[in-house]
């Protein structure tokens, strides 16, 4: 059900540029990895990765990309956007039906910072969750921010929604929203796979995109060498296991 705990929250959103205003989180990873509060990647001796797409869904890349995982029966996890959630419910509905992972990633794709309130951060969330809930009738369970900026602040907001925090394998960052080239997309990802990896792509890219290119050698390729592609909860299981 959406969350409606609190009083009034914020009564509009602040759009932001499209440059990260970062800023450096007051502790280290290791903090974090620690108090399970953030999850960069799951050492595992079990050959699985797990695909994640931000900023979707797109009306034309969200469904090259779902035929593509359902070709190499490859199950993913697609950090959506709220307001792409409310102009394309079908697609999310499909994410759902064909076994992949919906996860939240704010309402307006905002790159927050220290300067932003937990009112701000909260609303970004709730929005985003009960479009989720509304279209698809589950409760999300993982958060990814825009730019993978974290902070106190963000982890107790996130504990609010029962959420947890998810980035990705510092070296499974193709950064495919940069157009960078199919080859470096490529080789990013099968350079450097490794057991318990979480890859970042995007299923929704200003202009024309490369992902589907990349996605089209590399699915095959992680197949070949043994790699089980599954959802981010599912690869949290094989941590529990350890």
Not at 40 to 54: N, Y
Not at 77 to 91: A, I, N, S
Not at 97 to 107: P, R
Not at 120 to 148: S, Y
Request: glycine residues 4%; proline residues 5%.
């Amino acid at each position: 059900m959406p969350f409606r705990r609190s009083g009034a929250l914020v009564a509009c959103l602040l759009l932001s540029s499209q440059t990260p205003a970062w800023s450096a989180p007051s502790n280290s990873r290791d903090y974090y990895e620690a108090r399970n509060e953030i999850v960069w990647e799951v050492p595992t001796k079990e050959k699985v990765i797990a695909l994640t797409f931000d900023d979707g869904p797109d009306s034309e890349d969200t469904p090259a990309i779902l035929d593509l995982l359902r070709q190499y029966e490859a199950k993913a996890t697609f950090f959506v956007v709220g307001k792409r959630v409310e102009e394309y419910p079908d697609l999310v509905i499909r994410e759902s039906l064909e076994g992949h992972e919906i996860a939240n990633h704010t309402y307006s794709h905002p790159y927050f910072n220290r300067r932003d309130s937990s009112q701000k951060i909260r609303k970004e969330m709730e929005q985003t969750n009960d479009a989720i809930v509304q279209v698809t009738g589950q409760q999300p369970h993982l958060f990814r921010p825009p730019g993978g900026y974290y902070s106190e602040q963000l982890v107790r907001v996130s504990k609010y929604f029962h959420y947890r925090i998810v980035l990705w394998s510092w070296h499974q960052d193709t950064e495919d929203w940069n157009k960078p080239g199919v080859d470096k997309i490529v080789n990013k990802v099968l350079n450097n796979a490794r057991n318990g990896d979480i890859a970042l792509f995007h299923d929704h890219v200003q202009g024309s995109t490369q992902t589907i290119a990349a996605l089209e050698r590399i699915l095959p390729e992680l197949k070949r060498r043994g790699f089980r592609f599954v959802t981010v909860s599912e690869l949290l299981s094989y941590k529990r296991r350890s």
